[in-house]
């Protein structure tokens, strides 16, 4: 099978920029043909160019233009978008459908129902604009900065209003249950949404013995991961070392003064990442948005280390409640401290615990399990062109 891989990498990696990687490596591990077109934001620099892209993102004639070329080039048997914003817009659609060429598009995020993607704004979650209009974005200013809560407003309700992604997008690849069933309810066809979950791959190294030294965070130091909410649990069990892996703006805002259980060991890759799970008591997500899967619960699960995650959004589905780690309320300063301090007395518990999550990895989040339905969900949407 030929593919057509279109994807802009995030200013600051993040998990759908994984996610595209991994799809790519899945297919090209078993032999498809695939054909990469890639951007990145962290080249757009300066105003002019953020303007610019601003402009693209609601309709890109030059996007367009590219892809057409390449499809008049070679004949790909599916096009796959992962994220298309700022620079590429829905407008790449237009040519696959000018073509015939059937079209799926991962959707790691909110953003056909929130311009920005999160379902978050002002310290909780918000679905307004899902339920009204994105001027809500706007008027909210949901960005924090009123030119980009402008600009995402606008192509939200471009791509809404002309049917840019509905009309055009032949199936939508979902990471969990939880996401399938918030674009039903605004209005999305069921059958034209299949759910895909995130793959990881199970780890060769020994499996954590519920012994590591620490209590460890992974992603975006931001509010809506709940990294304030963490560090207060942490600040009434000084007994318990904290350490935070990522960056973000609480990084820098919260980076002196803090209690000396709780460290900040900054942005980790490769190997150091790996160290950093395998090393690591257990791992919590304590997100106060809406996260469509939980990658980095995922992740931890995978070295046989135990989750303690919100209970909000797709978490449910990957950490089993008592079975590979516990759930919190999200939001719930003590009752995360009371999960935490429960699993730091009891490494057997954590041994357990991570042994669980793993076999759950193993079966359910493997390289093969997610190729398997990758190929199903292609297949389905050339059927769905070749009918039509």
């Given at each position: 099978?030929?593919?057509?891989?279109?994807?802009?990498?995030?200013?600051?990696?993040?998990?759908?920029?994984?996610?595209?990687?991994?799809?790519?490596?899945?297919?090209?591990?078993?032999?498809?043909?695939?054909?990469?077109?890639?951007?990145?934001?962290?080249?757009?620099?300066?105003?002019?160019?953020?303007?610019?892209?601003?402009?693209?993102?609601?309709?890109?004639?030059?996007?367009?233009?590219?892809?057409?070329?390449?499809?008049?080039?070679?004949?790909?048997?599916?096009?796959?978008?992962?994220?298309?914003?700022?620079?590429?817009?829905?407008?790449?659609?237009a040519a696959c459908k000018r073509f015939g060429v059937p079209v799926v598009m991962s959707c790691h995020n909110l953003r056909l129902i929130c311009?920005?993607?999160?379902?978050?704004?002002?310290?909780?979650?918000?679905?307004?604009?899902?339920?009204?209009?994105?001027?809500?974005?706007?008027?909210?200013?949901?960005?924090?900065?009123?030119?980009?809560?402008?600009?995402?407003?606008?192509?939200?309700?471009?791509?809404?209003?002309?049917?840019?992604?509905?009309?055009?997008?032949?199936?939508?690849?979902?990471?969990?249950?939880?996401?399938?069933?918030?674009?039903?309810?605004?209005?999305?066809?069921?059958?034209?949404?299949?759910?895909?979950?995130?793959?990881?791959?199970?780890?060769?190294?020994?499996?954590?013995?519920?012994?590591?030294?620490?209590?460890?965070?992974?992603?975006?130091?931001?509010?809506?991961?709940?990294?304030?909410?963490?560090?207060?649990?942490?600040?009434?069990?000084?007994?318990?070392?904290?350490?935070?892996?990522?960056?973000?703006?609480?990084?820098?805002?919260?980076?002196?003064?803090?209690?000396?259980?709780?460290?900040?060991?900054?942005?980790?890759?490769?190997?150091?990442?790996?160290?950093?799970?395998?090393?690591?008591?257990?791992?919590?997500?304590?997100?106060?948005?809406?996260?469509?899967?939980?990658?980095?619960?995922?992740?931890?699960?995978?070295?046989?280390?135990?989750?303690?995650?919100?209970?909000?959004?797709?978490?449910?589905?990957?950490?089993?409640?008592?079975?590979?780690?516990?759930?919190?309320?999200?939001?719930?300063?003590?009752?995360?401290?009371?999960?935490?301090?429960?699993?730091?007395?009891?490494?057997?518990?954590?041994?357990?615990?991570?042994?669980?999550?793993?076999?759950?990895?193993?079966?359910?989040?493997?390289?093969?399990?997610?190729?398997?339905?990758?190929?199903?969900?292609?297949?389905?949407?050339?059927?769905?062109?070749?009918?039509?």
């Open positions: 099978m030929v593919s057509l891989q279109i994807h802009q990498f995030y200013r600051h990696y993040c998990g759908e920029d994984k996610m595209y990687e991994c799809t790519v490596e899945v297919l090209c591990r078993v032999g498809h043909e695939v054909h990469r077109m890639e951007r990145h934001s962290a080249a757009i620099l300066g105003k002019p160019a953020k303007f610019r892209a601003a402009i693209e993102g609601i309709y890109s004639f030059g996007s367009k233009r590219q892809v057409a070329r390449a499809l008049s080039t070679f004949r790909p048997d599916i096009v796959h978008a992962h994220n298309l914003y700022p620079s590429f817009s829905p407008s790449v659609f311009p920005i993607g999160v379902c978050y704004a002002h310290g909780t979650v918000c679905e307004r604009c899902a339920k009204w209009s994105e001027c809500l974005c706007v008027l909210r200013n949901c960005r924090g900065d009123w030119a980009e809560s402008l600009a995402y407003a606008v192509r939200a309700a471009t791509a809404r209003i002309l049917h840019l992604v509905r009309d055009t997008v032949d199936l939508l690849l979902v990471p969990s249950r939880f996401l399938k069933q918030k674009l039903v309810d605004a209005g999305w066809c069921p059958e034209r949404i299949v759910v895909l979950p995130n793959t990881v791959l199970a780890q060769n190294r020994r499996p954590s013995s519920g012994s590591g030294s620490y209590a460890a965070f992974v992603g975006r130091l931001s509010p809506e991961k709940g990294v304030d909410l963490l560090l207060r649990a942490a600040a009434s069990l000084p007994s318990v070392p904290i350490r935070l892996a990522g960056v973000g703006p609480l990084a820098r805002a919260r980076g002196e003064d803090l209690p000396p259980n709780i460290k900040f060991v900054g942005w980790l890759d490769g190997e150091r990442l790996a160290d950093f799970y395998a090393n690591a008591r257990f791992v919590v997500v304590p997100s106060e948005c809406f996260e469509t899967f939980g990658l980095a619960a995922a992740e931890a699960m995978s070295y046989g280390v135990p989750v303690i995650a919100s209970r909000i959004g797709a978490l449910p589905e990957v950490v089993d409640d008592n079975v590979c780690g516990f759930l919190c309320e999200p939001g719930n300063v003590k009752d995360l401290a009371h999960k935490i301090d429960m699993l730091w007395r009891n490494p057997s518990l954590c041994s357990q615990m991570g042994q669980a999550g793993r076999q759950k990895v193993i079966g359910q989040y493997s390289g093969e399990a997610y190729l398997n339905s990758l190929i199903a969900a292609y297949e389905k949407a050339i059927c769905i062109v070749s009918s039509n």
